[in-house]
T-cell receptor
Framework: GENVEQHPSTLSVQEGDSAVIKCTYS??????FPWYKQELGKGPQLIID?????GEKKDQRIAVTLNKTAKHFSLHITETQPEDSAVYFC??????????FGAGTRLFVKA | GAGVSQSPRYKVAKRGQDVALRCDPI?????LFWYQQALGQGPEFLTY????????KSGLPSDRFFAERPEGSVSTLKIQRTQQEDSAVYLC??????????????FGPGTRLLVL
């Protein structure tokens, strides 16, 4: 089955700097890659997603890149703000019923 | 509009007790997912419903776990004879269409279960 690995587990950046979170997946059939943000005491919330026919997608300060050959995708947050502090999860979906999540990255943005 | 709601938000159970966790998905959403999230980990798939049909229950850890969605809306996850290793946050998510549509899953706030 699919396995998703996520790095780093913790990331601390200064406000205004960029943050990059990387994920790899194992199943070449995966074709949908969402990213979720989870704040304390809340459920995960989708922030951006990318499909396998696209190499890059951007939404304001957030961008995601996908390298299908390497089975690798990354989240980039530019001009980080304190409110970006949260746990971020990458995920992979083969189009079936399961979405497989990474273990998460705890992002701290220092003011 | 209302999002996905779950109740109770917190549940403390003694080992061996049965518990029932409720999920109210967004009205009209076809798909409903249950996940288990251990402390410091990502959500792990438990089961999937398309309307009232449970199409995948391969993630349920044991036969002590049972889920239902009898009328295709509200769902209940039941855990019988709870064990300490069942302590986790149980998340429910719904999406508009059937799984495989590459759609946003909308998550509820979760139920934090602590088994003593």
């Amino acid at each position: 089955g699919e396995n998703v690995e996520q790095h780093p587990s913790t990331l601390s950046v200064q406000e205004g700097d960029s943050a990059v979170i990387k994920c790899t997946y194992s199943d070449s059939a995966s074709n949908y890659f969402p990213w979720y943000k989870q704040e304390l005491g809340k459920g995960p919330q989708l922030i951006i997603d990318i499909r396998s026919n696209v190499g890059e997608k951007k939404d304001q300060r957030i961008a995601v890149t996908l390298n299908k050959t390497a089975k690798h995708f990354s989240l980039h947050i530019t001009e980080t703000q304190p409110e970006d502090s949260a746990v971020y999860f990458c995920a992979a979906d083969t189009g079936g019923f399961k979405t497989i999540f990474g273990a998460g990255t705890r992002l701290f943005v220092k003011a | 509009g209302a999002g996905v709601s779950q109740s109770p938000r917190y549940k403390v159970a003694k080992r061996g007790q049965d518990v029932a966790l409720r999920c109210d998905p967004i009205s009209g959403h076809v798909s409903l997912f249950w996940y288990q999230q251990a402390l410091g980990q990502g959500p792990e798939f438990l089961t999937y419903f398309q309307n009232e049909a449970q199409l995948d229950k391969s993630g349920l850890p044991s036969d002590r776990f049972f889920a239902e969605r009898p009328e295709g809306s509200v769902s209940t996850l039941k855990i019988q004879r709870t064990q300490q290793e069942d302590s986790a946050v149980y998340l429910c998510a719904s999406s508009i269409r059937g799984a495989g549509a590459q759609e946003t899953q909308y998550f509820g706030p979760g139920t934090r279960l602590l088994v003593l």
